[in-house]
């Protein structure tokens, strides 16, 4: 099925650790999206790409790095220097044709420093 | 930035009640979609509604993009409806930053 698929679903970080989350879609969508959210909180932008090799930054990308290498893919980094990262983390995808598509999201990661 | 603003923020109905949620948005837009969260964390795509009026069941929106809002109609609510609704938009510069509002948490009471 197509879809977008996030792993892990939970993951545990030490402090000071950097860690990778898997955002992986068979959509054949151009642009994919990180977001954050906290507890009671809305979704926050982290980064942003429209294409493959090339991607923005968001309104919260401070201790966050992204890669886009391949158009399937968009993996997310919290580094150490992301002072508070236990959140719940949601990646989504759509197309960049006209009209603009539907945005899909995959299941998220919910990350807790330990 | 564009800004995105969903009221009423929080929001308790009997079951069987009827509900608009809305979303104001502050500058012209290619993309507008509703979710729901479950609560489980997952959003659920419930309109991709760029301009016009859809209807799916017991949910209908409408959003008017030239008066810069949309609105979300919720009939004969069930307990299942609980959880937040979120409406998020892509602004109309090609920019492709898809940007959410703050939600409507609602509860549907038996």
């Known amino acids: 099925d197509g879809g977008i698929t996030q792993s892990p679903k939970y993951l545990f970080r030490k402090e000071g650790q950097n860690v990778t989350l898997s955002c992986e879609q068979n959509?054949?969508?151009?642009?994919m999206y990180w977001y954050r959210q906290d507890p009671g909180q809305g979704l926050r932008l982290i980064y942003y790409?429209?294409?493959?090799?090339?991607?923005q930054k968001g309104d919260i990308a401070e201790g966050y790095s992204v890669s886009r290498e391949k158009k399937e893919s968009f993996p997310l980094t919290v580094t150490s220097a992301q002072k508070n990262p236990t959140a719940f983390y949601l990646c989504?995808?759509?197309?960049?044709?006209?009209?603009?598509?539907?945005?899909?999201f995959g299941q998220g990661t919910r990350l807790t420093v330990v | 930035g564009i800004q995105v603003e969903q009221s009423p923020p929080d929001l308790i109905l009997q079951e069987g009640a009827n509900s608009t949620l809305r979303c104001n948005f502050s500058?012209?837009?290619?993309?507008l979609q509703w979710f729901h969260q479950n609560p489980w964390g997952q959003l659920i795509n419930l309109f991709y509604?760029?301009?016009g009026t859809k209807q799916n069941g017991r949910l209908s929106a409408t959003t008017v993009a030239t008066e810069r809002y949309s609105l979300l109609y919720i009939s004969s609510s069930q307990t299942t409806d609980s959880g937040v609704y979120f409406c998020?938009?892509?602004?109309?510069?090609?920019?492709?930053?898809?940007?959410f509002g703050s939600g409507t948490r609602l509860l549907v009471r038996p």
């Open positions: 989504a995808s759509h197309g960049t044709g006209v009209p603009f598509s539907e945005a899909f």
């Open positions: 959509l054949n969508h151009d642009a």
């Open positions: 790409s429209q294409i493959v090799n090339d991607f």
């Open positions: 500058d012209s837009v290619n993309n």
């Open positions: 509604i760029p301009s």
């Open positions: 998020a938009v892509e602004r109309g510069d090609s920019s492709y930053k898809l940007i």
